[in-house]
């Protein structure tokens, strides 16, 4: 059976499905095109935020570097400061020891 359609064309019973399938392969397209954006959209902001999370625990690390080298080397002047007041106290203790 055929219909006029609004061109004056005739038009099939099985033309509109055509059109349907069309416009379902259209939307299907779309979804997946869309679907597609938002992984890569996903996989960017892990990428970035895999970056951020590296740089942040370099500069951390850093840090810890800088704070240990400081404090290694104020051990390191404390022990030498309390090895010399011990070779101090040692020839004070064998002067006077000497003398009596």
Known sequence: MSEIGPLGYATHALARP??????AVAVAKSVKRNEAEVRFRNAQKRSEDKHKALTERQAAEEVIRERTARLRALRLAKE???KEEAAKQSLLKSSTKKRG
């Open 18 to 23: 055509r059109k349907l399938v069309k416009e």
């Open 80 to 82: 030498a400061s309390d």
